[in-house]
């Protein structure tokens, strides 16, 4: 949009170099809107992909490791992220020494983070798919242990939530869950719905649809991969963006929107 407006503007005032100066500023202004300030140069988004990959493997084993054990499910449950991500027998050993690194009680992420948010803190959306992965990682089985919601807490503080943000986020994130194997038939159903889309019943139709569309568009796959999320990550957040969309279509037959 903005990149056809200072093409034009550009060859109003200037012709030919004039316009292709402001075709150039036009299209950052566009990855800008649509991937945040730190999206703005797709040359760094391999930095950014390795980066996020590195801080999420380490929060992982920080994450399993704060009940005292790791249980057989969240071992599982990172085999089976690294299977979907199609990592070679060299990756995996790699997220492997990263996942042992973050169990390490004596281990601190203070570093680690302090990273993420150089370098991938002004994207649009990857600050929240980095919390919302752990969140569900934490629910591995089935159940989020309270020493593993003051690891999930102090994530959050560290990417820059607070306290009330971070709960409403992970309400929602465990209620989206429900519908990870469809839409179920429960009674409260409904009542987890509203929640996985953080809406109540007093909203207007339209302000949850607004909530719904912005919910897809954090998951959308372009905007994602250009923002520096590896593309084989986009499967996970497609899972995703399908409970969302589970959630709301229950919504929707149930309000006739």
Known sequence: MFKLIFFI????????????????????????????????????????????????????????????HVSQDEIAHVEQLMQKLGMTAEHRAQAIALFKRGADP????????????????????????????????????????????????????????????FRHLMEMVLNQSHFAAGQPKTAAALDDAYKALGVTKDNTDKEIKHAYRQLISQYHPDKLIGQGLPEDMIALATEQAKEIQLAYDLIAESRKI
Not at 28 to 55: C, H, K, M, W
Not at 136 to 160: S, Y
């Open 9 to 68: 503007a550009g060859f109003y005032f200037s012709g030919f170099f004039g316009a292709l100066f402001g075709l150039f500023i036009g299209s950052l202004i566009d990855r800008s809107r649509a991937y945040g300030p730190g999206g703005i140069n797709p040359l760094q988004n391999a930095n950014r992909q390795s980066v996020f990959l590195e801080t999420m493997f380490i929060s992982m084993g920080k994450l399993a490791k704060a009940d005292g």
């Open 106 to 165: 004596a281990f601190e992420i203070g570093a680690t983070y302090a990273r993420f948010i150089s370098v991938c803190g002004k994207t649009k959306h990857l600050r929240q798919i980095l919390l919302v992965y752990l969140i569900v990682m934490a629910t591995a089985d089935g159940h989020i242990h309270p020493a593993e919601e003051t690891v999930l807490a102090d994530v959050a503080r560290r990417l820059g939530y607070d306290p009330a943000t």
